[in-house]
C-alpha cells in the first residue's frame, strides 16, 4: 500500500532512474552499383546442408580489350548452320590506307592439275630497246683462262685479263662523213655590192639553168625514206649527179625555198658511213693469209689495230646516229658492225691455222735433225714465241668480236696445247 502510493506520487516519480529502451536494428546494406567498367562482385555462398564446403566460385570473365585507334576489329565467330554444313567464308578485309592488298588464294583445279604461274609483277623489267642482232659468235668458256696460263708461262707475270690497251685520239675520227650544207642568201646589201662579181654572175646562171632538176631531186629527197642500204648508195648516186655541176652547192640551193638541206647532209653521212665500214668487211674478206707468219702478223694486226678504234669509236655514238638518221627516214643497217667482227674472227682463225701447219712442218724438219745440234733448240724458241704471239692476237680479236665461232674455239685449244708442249720440251 505504502510502495504503491509512492510510486503514485509525482515528486518521487522524477527521482527515479527509468532505463531508455533498445535502439532499433539497423538497416540492411544498400547494394553497390557497379561502376563503369568494373565487374560485378559475386553473390554470397549460401550455406551446404550437412557442413559440406562450398564449391569454389567460377572464375569472372575476361575483360572485354577496347580496340586501339585506327585498329581493325576481329570478324565474329562463324554461326553453326543447320544439317552440320560448313560456315561460309570470312569476308575479305578491306587493305588500310597506303598497304598492298594480299593475293588471291589459289583456286583447286581437277584432276590434281598444277596451278598456273602467277603473272609477272607489275614493273618488271620488260625490254623496250631494239633487238640484238643475230650473229654466230658466242662467248667461250675456256679462252680467258687459256690465255692467263699462257702468259704467265710466257711473260713470266699472273697478270689477268686482257692487256690494256690505249684508245687513240684519232679513233673517233673518218667514220661520219662531213659536209658544209649552203648557208641563207648573202645580206641585200652585199648582195648589191657583190652583184658585177663574176662569181655570183655564175651562181645566177646555175639556179635558172638547173632549176628543173634542182626541184626533181627537192622532192625526191623530201619524200625518200629506206631500209635497204644498197637503195641508199643508189639514191645517193642520183642526187650527186644532179648536184656535182653546181659552182656553189650552197648558195644555189639556197635560192630555193624550203630545200632539205639537213636532210641532204644526214642523206651524205650515212651513205659515206655504210661505204667506209662495207670497205673493212670487204678488205677483210679478201685478205690473202699466206707465209711467213711473222711478216702476216705484223700487217694484220697494224690493220686490227686501226680498225678496232674506229668500229669502237662508232659504237659509243651509235645510238645517237641511229636517232638522227631516223628523224630523216633512214634506218641504217648496223649488222654491218656485226659482219666486221665476224670477218675479223675469221682472219684470226686462218692465222692460226697458218701457225699450226708452220709447226707440224718444221716438226717434220726436226725429226730429220741429229739430236743435240745447234740449231735444234734456237728453232724451237722462234717457234714458241711466234705461236704465241699468234694466240696472243686471237685473243685480242675474242675480245675486240665479243666471242669466237665453234672453228676458233677448237683451233685456240689446239693452240694451247703446242705452246704448252714446246714448253715441255725446252
Given amino acids: 500500500m505504502a510502495a504503491s502510493s509512492l510510486a503514485s506520487s509525482p515528486i518521487l516519480a522524477s527521482n527515479i532512474a527509468v532505463p531508455p529502451p533498445p535502439p532499433p536494428p539497423p538497416p540492411p546494406p544498400l547494394p553497390m552499383m557497379p561502376s563503369k567498367g568494373s565487374v560485378p562482385a559475386p553473390p554470397p555462398t549460401k550455406p551446404l546442408k550437412n557442413g559440406a564446403a562450398p564449391p569454389p566460385p567460377p572464375p569472372p570473365p575476361p575483360l572485354p580489350m577496347m580496340p586501339l585507334k585506327g585498329s581493325v576489329p576481329p570478324p565474329p565467330p562463324p554461326k553453326p548452320l543447320k544439317n552440320g554444313a560448313a560456315p561460309p567464308p570470312p569476308l575479305p578485309m578491306m587493305p588500310l590506307k597506303g598497304s598492298v592488298p594480299a593475293p588471291p588464294p589459289p583456286v583447286p583445279l581437277k584432276n590434281g592439275a598444277a596451278p598456273p604461274l602467277p603473272p609477272p609483277l607489275f614493273g618488271a623489267a620488260k625490254n623496250l630497246g631494239p ?227 708452220e709447226r707440224r712442218e718444221m716438226k717434220a724438219v726436226e725429226n730429220k735433225k741429229t739430236p743435240g745440234s745447234k740449231t735444234e733448240r734456237p728453232t724451237k724458241d722462234c717457234t714458241t714465241k711466234l705461236l704465241w704471239k699468234t694466240f696472243h692476237f686471237a685473243f685480242r680479236v675474242y675480245t675486240f668480236a665479243g666471242g669466237q665461232d665453234d672453228r676458233a674455239e677448237q683451233l685456240t685449244r689446239e693452240l694451247a696445247l703446242q705452246i704448252e708442249s714446246n714448253l715441255q720440251h725446252q
Wanted: aromatic residues 8%; proline residues 2%; hydrophobic residues 35%.
Fill in 131 to 357: 633487238k640484238r642482232p643475230t650473229t654466230r659468235l658466242k662467248r667461250s668458256a675456256q679462252m680467258g683462262n687459256l690465255y692467263r696460263v699462257l702468259k704467265k708461262k710466257m711473260e713470266g707475270t699472273n697478270q689477268e685479263g686482257p692487256i690494256p690497251e690505249g684508245r687513240s685520239s684519232q679513233a673517233r675520227r673518218g667514220l661520219t662523213g662531213n659536209s658544209n650544207g649552203g648557208k641563207q642568201g648573202m645580206a641585200d646589201t652585199i648582195a648589191e655590192i657583190t652583184k658585177k662579181s663574176s662569181y655570183f654572175q655564175q651562181i645566177e646562171k646555175d639556179v635558172k639553168k638547173h632549176a628543173k632538176s634542182i626541184m626533181e631531186v627537192k622532192g625526191a629527197i623530201t619524200n625518200f625514206q629506206t631500209k635497204d642500204m644498197t637503195e641508199l648508195l643508189k639514191f645517193h648516186k642520183y642526187v650527186e649527179s644532179h648536184l656535182e655541176d653546181l659552182i656553189d652547192e650552197g648558195q644555189v640551193l639556197a635560192r630555193f625555198e624550203g630545200f632539205p638541206t639537213k636532210k641532204l647532209e644526214t642523206l651524205r653521212t650515212a651513205a659515206a658511213l655504210y661505204l667506209k665500214l662495207d670497205a673493212i668487211v670487204t678488205n677483210l674478206k679478201i685478205w690473202k693469209v699466206v707465209a711467213p707468219l711473222s711478216q702476216l702478223l705484223d700487217r694484220i694486226e697494224h690493220y686490227f689495230n686501226k680498225i678496232k678504234g674506229e668500229v669502237e669509236a662508232f659504237e659509243r655514238t651509235k645510238d645517237e646516229e641511229a636517232k638522227k638518221f631516223q628523224t630523216h627516214s633512214i634506218n641504217f643497217d648496223f649488222n654491218i658492225i656485226i659482219r666486221i667482227k665476224e670477218s675479223m674472227v675469221d682472219v684470226s682463225s686462218s692465222c692460226m691455222e697458218l701457225a699450226l701447219q
